[in-house]
T-cell receptor, first 115, second 115 residues
């Protein structure tokens, strides 16, 4: 079965500091997309960042960046200069191009930001 | 990204009844999806809502329990039928703007509690 694993149920970070969330996945496919979504208490799922598997360059979006290691099937998210508004559940997900449009999600990591 | 709204935002229902959730998008989109997020859990795809044809259901989900309509490219409904307390979840619709559906954007969700 194709799975996504987020091994950290909860992470705590001091405001302005950096936190890294881990994500590993398991697939035999070579062509896929990887995503990080944020779900604040309002429960709206917000796209944080996206990575295409055939691109070696790591994606970045302002304070958010990823470390994509395709051989290791690892896709970690780094949040720099953490802000109080970053507090949320973060979900890692992938979509296999050959498998249609289904998103497979990890179990999530709760990020707490201390002022 | 498209602006997605859902109605109702939350509801409390009695077991044995049915609830229809609406998803409205402010622009035409190719793909629409329905997800379930059980309490404290990650998201699971229920089905892909196809315009003009029957929805495509994922393993473990059936049309009799979760009938879906998609009359046009901006609107879809999900009905949760003959509800039981196990159906208490957040139900989210998502959309993908392109036929390839690289990225999905989510609505705010409907929080359902079944007593």
């Amino acid at each position: 079965a194709q799975t996504v694993t987020q091994s950290q149920p909860e992470m705590s970070v001091q405001e302005a500091e950096t936190v890294t969330l881990s994500c590993t996945y398991d697939t035999s496919e070579s062509d896929y997309y990887l995503f990080w979504y944020k779900q604040p208490p309002s429960r709206q799922m917000i796209l944080v960042i996206r990575q295409e598997a055939y691109k070696q360059q790591n994606a970045t979006e302002n304070r958010f960046s990823v470390n994509f290691q395709k051989a290791a099937k690892s896709f970690s998210l780094k949040i720099s200069d953490s802000q109080l508004g970053d507090a949320a559940m973060y979900f890692c997900a992938y979509r296999i191009k050959a498998a249609g449009n289904k998103l497979t999600f990890g179990g999530g990591t709760r990020v707490l930001v201390k002022p | 990204s498209a602006v997605i709204s859902q109605k109702p935002s939350r509801d409390i229902c009695q077991r044995g009844t049915s609830l229809t959730i609406q998803c409205q998008v402010d622009s035409q989109v190719t793909m629409m999806f329905w997800y379930r997020q059980q309490p404290g859990q990650s998201l699971t795809l229920i089905a892909t809502a196809n315009q003009g044809s029957e929805a495509t259901y994922e393993s473990g989900f059936v049309i009799d329990k979760f009938p879906i309509s998609r009359p046009n490219l901006t609107f879809s409904t999900l009905t949760v039928s003959n509800m039981s307390p196990e159906d208490s979840s957040i139900y989210l619709c998502s959309v993908a703007g392109s036929p390839r559906g690289e990225t999905q954007y989510f609505g705010p969700g409907t929080r359902l509690l079944v007593l």
